[in-house]
């Protein structure tokens, strides 16, 4: 391959995507108080697990710049490399890997390197990196893919059915007593990635049935013929709940592809067990 994919853990990226599509990862971290690990290193049960236990919610954190100086150069001079950053919105990842690029081109100037900003996490870096893999085997220059994905990247929908508000309200990220109202009243939330990046509230809803409808129609919402568009799911720690909402989406549209993943400690902690992430490219660019 003359270009080679780069993206980072929040991508989601299963074992068998990296080897089939020869992807390498840069790994973001997850921490536990002064315990600090790899993404990799934790499965999202083991995550789930210790999230149980600490009475310390976990933070985040993406690597230096000198870290993507070094991933970029581990890569042959002859080859181009496209990485794909976790949502600028949500990560200081993005800025890092512009400055981690921007070291190497100082020593090797003739370098080949674009840092793509795909305004998304999980399933929307996949469904990015499956374009970009299609694009590559058609044989587009690298400047022709990097205007390609950048013109996808404004019909990119990511949109999140979580299951539980817990991690929200423990993550500071919904207040306390809004949260304890909202349990109570059996609310669920469904998410989405601004077109800026951000996560913020799509829809509230009552109930996991109604949550689970609304969720599935925002793909008729935006697409008038599935049978050439792929779609990416990724659950936390969730693959029979994963299964039903499968089922209920092939009932209703016909994909060309549906792609799976289970989502990494990053994503989960904020997600939840149970939350399902779906992305898909809508028929007209996003407002």
Not at 53 to 62: D, G, L, M, Q
Request: aromatic share 6%; with cysteine.
């Amino acid at each position: 391959m003359t270009i080679q994919i780069i993206t980072d853990s929040g991508a989601d990226l299963s074992k068998s995507m990296q080897e089939k599509w020869q992807i390498k990862v840069t790994p973001l971290f997850v921490h536990f108080g002064d315990q600090q690990y790899r993404s990799e290193q934790l499965s999202t049960a083991a995550f789930l697990e210790k999230l149980e236990e600490s009475k310390r919610f976990p933070s985040s954190s993406a690597p230096g710049p000198h870290e993507y100086y070094q991933a970029f150069k581990e890569i042959p001079a002859d080859q181009s490399i496209i990485h794909f950053s976790i949502s600028a919105g949500v990560s200081s990842a993005y800025h890092h890997a512009e400055m981690g690029k921007n070291m190497l081109l100082e020593e090797e100037p003739d370098r080949e390197i674009a840092i793509i900003n795909t305004k998304s996490a999980s399933t929307g870096m996949i469904l990015l990196i499956n374009e970009a893999i299609k694009k590559i085997n058609e044989g587009l220059s690298f400047t022709n893919i990097i205007t390609h994905i950048e013109q996808r990247i404004k019909h990119l929908h990511t949109i999140f059915v979580l299951k539980t508000l817990d991690n929200l309200i423990r993550g500071g990220r919904l207040d306390k007593v809004k949260g304890a109202v909202a349990k109570t009243l059996n609310v669920k939330l469904i998410l989405h990635a601004s077109s800026e990046g951000k996560i913020e509230v799509l829809e509230k809803v009552r109930g996991h049935k109604k949550a689970t409808r609304r969720f599935i129609e925002t793909i008729g919402a935006h697409i008038s013929d599935t049978s050439r568009n792929n779609l990416v799911l990724t659950h936390c720690h969730a693959q029979e709940r994963l299964d039903e909402f499968i089922t209920t989406i092939e009932q209703d549209y016909s994909f060309e592809n549906i792609l799976t993943a289970e989502t990494g400690p990053v994503i989960s902690a904020h997600a939840g067990q149970g939350a399902i992430v779906m992305s898909f490219f809508s028929d007209q660019p996003r407002k």
